[in-house]
């Protein structure tokens, strides 16, 4: 009996694989759960592969003991590295043909991340799983920038969303957005931004309610800009910034000023 919970598993255990599947949270390798940094730091050369995409940063992947192979498989917006279909089948047949793979994926292998596609692959071809959560970018990011995204007086709901552009617009329930005393939380959103203020604007939230971007929180390279909903796109349009960022829009953004001691630069 160990300390941790019996992880979530699938198919029984057979000769193949298994595939872990492994949110490696928002950057910061000190937000890893204990048992993904284990898994890391015990990988054994030349049974395992790891495969990775572009979220995972680099201090996370300098854990793996040396002579692991590591192969990234990511996607980049309008440059997609591996289609999902043959990422998938390309986990199954390592796993078919004896190897240990860690699939490690930014954040929660579930938010945002695809991980259900991969793991209903690995379940149709019967190839046993686990899986293990991470800290998803929503979470991990705004609150070690200081913004709670729930706070009693002024937000009692958070709402996570893609702003993921499709044929140039948003496909998201602006009216639901737009309720008051709610924290709205953007992934993939950087593009979509003047898109996401306007609308949310023309749905009827105040052009003054406080929105932020944070460029790769957590990391050493984490950038905070903030200002109001009807102003951040200009912003963020003069400070350059690039991905991955992550947006927050409500009252708790303003409050994230005060705990952080005054407006970052
Ligand atoms: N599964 C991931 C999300 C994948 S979608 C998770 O749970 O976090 C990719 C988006 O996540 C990025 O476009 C960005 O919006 C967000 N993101 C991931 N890491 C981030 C980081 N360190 N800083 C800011 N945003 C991040």
């Known amino acids: ?17 298994p595939v872990w599947l ?10 890893l759960t204990v048992r993904a940094a284990q898994l890391l730091g015990s990988a054994v050369p030349p049974r395992d592969i790891v495969l990775y995409d572009n979220l995972v940063h680099a201090d996370i992947l300098a854990l793996l003991p040396p002579g692991v192979e590591r192969r990234y498989v990511g996607k980049r917006r309008s440059d997609h590295a591996l289609p999902q279909d043959t990422l998938s089948a390309l986990m199954v047949s390592l796993a078919r043909s004896g190897r240990r793979v860690l699939r490690l994926k930014g954040g929660d292998p579930f938010i945002f991340g695809r991980g259900g596609e991969e793991l209903e692959a690995l ?4 190839v046993p799983w686990h899986i293990v959560p991470g800290i998803t970018a929503g979470t991990g990011v705004a609150t070690v920038a200081g913004i709670p995204l729930t706070h009693r007086r002024l937000a009692q709901s958070c709402t996570f969303v893609t702003g993921h552009l499709q044929d140039g617009s948003m496909d998201l329930d602006w009216p639901a957005l ?33 929105a932020a ?40 953004v303003a409050l994230g000023e005060k705990l952080r001691g005054g407006v970052p630069d």
């Open 178 to 210: 737009v309720r008051p005393r709610q924290t709205v939380v953007v992934y993939m959103g950087l593009v979509g931004l003047p898109t996401l203020c306007a609308q949310l604007i023309a749905h009827g939230r105040d052009p003054a309610t406080p």
């Open 213 to 252: 971007i944070v460029q790769q929180g957590t990391t050493p390279g984490q950038r905070l800009l903030s200002a109001t909903l009807a102003r951040l796109p200009e912003m963020v349009s003069r400070a350059g910034l690039h991905g991955p960022t992550l947006i927050v829009v409500g009252e708790v």
């Open 22 to 31: 492994v949110g490696t949270g928002p950057g910061d390798p000190g937000l």
């Open 123 to 126: 379940v149709e071809a019967g």
């Open 1 to 17: 009996m160990t300390g941790l919970a019996a992880p979530a598993t699938g198919a029984a255990p057979t000769a193949a694989g």
